[in-house]
């Protein structure tokens, strides 16, 4: 189906909403109908309809549709910079959607300005969550000890690597596996001393694609890999905590509980009201986390367990949800899945030997939670500006970051940076050389297990693009340390490791270039409550919580005022930005048959 827009030049606009809207969209029954059609048949069902599935928890009523290319997020995607370009690449790829430069010349907020080839834009932020191929088409490589490299045609999940990687260490899968082992086995051989994971952040196959020409290291390594060229995202929301927890732990959503990175609820009080935002497994000191969150084992939770402790386990990532979301609880174990370590010394073991941290915003330093897992001396050491002014002293253009004041206030800029990119490569390398070479773990019959998610990918992309320049210098720079770390495994390992690529999700192109919309839930919130009386609504709020995919709504506050959830899903779809529907369609769990 064709998606069109009434304004494709202009910001985000005012939404329109009410039952005019509601009872003219003939267009939007028929699509309604079309969507809801696969339910009646499971062997026909759609495949998004499958995403939800999978990712449906019981406390959530709606599951949104939005159309294609339209971003759904919180006010930070109102914000902006300015981005550069390839002219001739950034001509490409607005042709891909009907557009050309003279649609960006002119529209005087797009700040246009063009030099020697280069093209300069003020660009909105962008985002990912959706079922779309743009978010949920991902890389997936397995290569090293006895894998069989070839492609491998079939649609897989982030989910088949947790029992892909159970069956070479021939341990039992984590408890929330639905799936099998890929085949990409050529013989049964001893276990690899070590198992190194990769996730690029927002490094979907548009990202790797785009900038193929700046990722060789990338793309030789899935000519040479068991390469999956059809592995998607298997979840909504197509989210980094969501992503990375399926890495680490093979489960859908439905069974580890993690469906989104935030939780957003609207605090009302006699007309004010304020946004509160509460971050998977985060409180407000990150060095006291939530891991029961999470309510899947993981794969380094079973090999914790199998060997006692022996394993060394590392995740690191700038962002604890990547970082707890592959590595797990820890020494916090499930004691209802019987594998309680508390009061013995297995405890004691897995603390000392998991090394899984991440960065403090506030403080520009590596931290972790020290009653589940232990923060390497090597990380300790790492200082995120120092590495900055020392490798990327010029800085993306606009953004001059010398002291801790300017990293604080540009936190997420600083984290695009190839400079991020660097540091986050030496530093994986430092700890595996600190914490099993040099400890000589490497060869002691444990196998230990490794993740890093490159996240500086995911931060340029929301800042500037992943069209942009500045997306590239950083992709540029990922593929340099996917080379270094290859090299360096196979320096001290020789063949003796198994090396696995792959992304969280990827991306939607920038509304800029694609003529996309843009909606903040806020907005979506305040249109469902307009479904109150206004003085109610001065205090209350019918939605308890929603992720930007999925809503839980107040249902006692539904009851006191007798208002349907059909009322709030049509309220929701008559959404309008710049004149134009924003969602195809609001699914209910009685839509997706998910209540018997």
């Excluded at 048949?41 to 939800?52: G, N, Q, R």
């Excluded at 349907?564 to 369609?585: A, L, M, Q």
Aim: proline share 3%.
């Amino acid at each position: 189906m064709a998606v069109m827009f009434a304004d494709t030049d202009a910001q985000p606009g005012k939404k329109n909403k009410g039952s005019s809207a509601r009872s003219a969209s003939v267009a939007l029954l028929v699509l309604t109908a079309t969507l809801l059609a696969p339910v009646a048949c499971k062997k026909s069902e759609a495949p998004w309809v499958e995403l939800y599935k999978r990712s449906a928890r019981s406390d959530i009523d709606l599951y949104l549709v939005p159309k294609k290319y339209a971003l759904l997020e919180s006010s930070w995607m109102k914000k902006t910079a300015i981005a550069r370009f390839n002219k001739e690449q950034l001509a490409a790829e607005l042709a891909k959607y009907g557009r050309s430069l003279a649609d960006l010349q002119k529209s005087p907020e797009h700040e246009y300005k063009e030099e020697n080839g280069e093209i300069k834009l003020r660009v909105g932020r962008i985002s990912h969550s959706t079922a779309h191929e743009y978010d949920t088409a991902i890389p997936l490589v397995f290569y090293g000890k006895g894998i069989e490299p070839r492609d491998y045609g079939q649609r897989v999940h982030q989910q088949h690597i947790a029992p892909t990687l159970a069956a070479l260490l021939q341990i039992r899968n984590p408890n929330g596996v639905e799936t099998k082992a890929l085949p990409i086995v050529k013989q049964q051989s001893a276990k690899p001393a070590l198992v190194f994971v990769a996730v690029i952040d927002q490094g979907g196959m548009n990202l790797l694609r785009l900038h193929k020409d700046a990722a060789p290291n990338i793309h030789q390594l899935m000519a040479k890999s068991a390469n999956f060229s059809d592995a998607h995202v298997g979840h909504l929301d197509a989210h980094t905590a969501v992503g990375h927890m399926a890495i680490g732990t093979g489960a859908y959503p439905v069974k580890s509980s993690v469906i989104g990175n935030t939780f957003f609820s609207m605090e009302k009080k006699a007309g004010a009201q304020k946004l509160n935002k509460a971050e998977i497994y985060a409180t407000k000191d990150e060095t006291k986390v939530s891991t029961l969150d999470l309510k899947s084992e993981s794969l380094a939770d079973v090999l914790n367990a199998t060997n006692a402790g022996k394993s060394v386990i590392v995740a690191q990532s700038y962002a604890l949800r990547a970082a707890v979301g592959m590595a797990g609880h820890g020494a916090e174990w499930l004691a209802a899945n019987g594998t309680a370590a508390n009061g013995n010394g297995l405890t004691t073991a897995v603390r000392q030997g998991n090394f899984v941290y991440w960065l403090d915003a506030t403080k520009s330093k590596w931290i972790t939670d020290t009653r589940y897992f232990s923060l390497p001396a090597a990380a300790k050491a790492s200082d995120v500006l120092l590495n900055y002014a020392k490798y990327y002293p010029q800085g993306f253009e606009g953004y001059k970051i010398r002291d801790t004041k300017a990293a604080l206030e540009n936190w997420g800029v600083l984290m695009s940076t190839p400079a991020e990119t660097q540091l986050e490569g030496e530093l994986v390398r430092a700890v595996i050389s600190e914490q099993i070479i040099g400890a000589k773990k490497h060869n002691d019959g444990f196998t230990d297990l490794v993740y890093i998610s490159f996240k500086s990918a995911d931060a340029v992309g929301h800042h500037f693009g992943f069209e942009s320049l500045e997306a590239r210098d950083t992709v540029k720079e990922i593929d340099t340390q996917i080379g270094k770390m290859v090299e360096f495994l196979e320096k001290n390992y020789g063949q003796d490791f198994v090396f696995v690529l792959s992304a969280d999700h990827g991306v939607a192109p920038l509304s800029e270039i694609s003529g996309g919309l843009r909606l903040t839930v806020e907005e979506v919130m305040a249109e469902i409550d307009t479904l109150l009386p206004p003085d109610v609504a001065q205090n209350e709020s019918l939605v308890h919580f929603m992720t930007v995919g999925q809503i839980s709504l107040n249902k006692k506050l539904m009851q006191q005022h007798n208002i349907s959830i059909d009322s709030v899903r049509g309220v929701i779809r008559d959404i309008r930005v710049n004149d134009t529907p924003f969602f195809e369609g609001v699914l209910t769990r009685k839509d997706l048959r998910l209540d018997g």
